[in-house]
């Protein structure tokens, strides 16, 4: 059974208080891992998709990695807009999306 | 571009009554998913579309779950009976292509909350 465990789970920074957002996974054949922003009472809103260890994509402030165990979201001087729940997931040799259950996110300005 | 869009955006329900929850997926997306979100926690699939053809329904939780898609596009989840547990945020994603590993794309969801 694939697994996403996401730490911690919920993180404080202060603004321009750069850190990092873990998620462990075991998955049987990926195909593909993704990290979503999710705001309260909104649907999660796609950020980045990574296929193969080694891989790095960054958007703005953030830059998500990827090895064979785990992936990182890196957030690079925070503002307070980038508080949100951080979801990851991973699509695995059952063609399911398998999510985390998010790090919460709060960035003091 | 128009995004998913889910509605009832709320949906307050007694013990046994029958509901329908709608997706209207992105258009021209093949691919249309359901995911249930509890409190706290992240989705869980519960089932999946190509087309109209429902190739996954391994997540439905019960035989009250129903989900179909008759002419591809729209999509209704239809829960018989709720029950308490049913509670939940219920989320809709759609892809451009068959396959899920193509990026998708979530609706708002709608609220459930059973009495």
């Known amino acids: 059974e694939d697994q996403v465990t996401q730490s911690p789970e919920a993180l404080r920074l202060q603004e321009g208080e750069s850190s990092s957002l873990n998620c462990s996974y075991t998955?049987?054949?990926?195909?593909?891992l993704f990290w979503y922003r999710q705001d309260p009472g909104k649907g999660p809103e796609f950020l980045f998709t990574l296929y193969s260890a080694g891989e790095e994509k960054e958007k703005e402030r953030l830059k998500a990695t990827l090895t064979k165990k785990e992936s990182f979201l890196h957030i690079t001087a925070p503002k307070p807009e980038d508080s949100a729940t951080y979801l990851c997931a991973v699509l695995g040799a059952n063609s399911k999306l398998t999510f985390g259950k998010g790090i919460t996110l709060s960035v003091r300005p | 571009g128009a995004g998913v869009s889910q509605s009832p955006r709320y949906k307050v329900a007694k013990r046994g009554q029958d509901v329908a929850l709608r997706c209207d997926p992105i258009?021209?997306?093949?691919?249309l998913f359901w995911y249930q979100q509890a409190l706290g926690q992240g989705p869980e699939f519960l089932t999946y579309?190509?087309?109209?053809?429902?190739?996954?329904k391994s997540g439905l939780p019960s035989d009250r779950f129903f989900a179909e898609r008759p002419e591809g596009s729209v999509s209704t989840l239809k829960i018989q009976r709720t029950q308490q547990e049913d509670s939940a945020v219920y989320l809709c994603?759609?892809?451009?292509?068959?396959?899920?590993?193509?990026?998708?794309?979530f609706g708002p969801g709608t609220r459930l909350l059973v009495l």
């Open positions: 998955v049987s054949g990926l195909r593909g």
């Open positions: 258009s021209g997306h093949v691919s």
């Open positions: 994603a759609s892809s451009l292509a068959g396959g899920p590993q193509e990026t998708q794309y």
């Open positions: 579309f190509q087309n109209e053809a429902q190739l996954d």
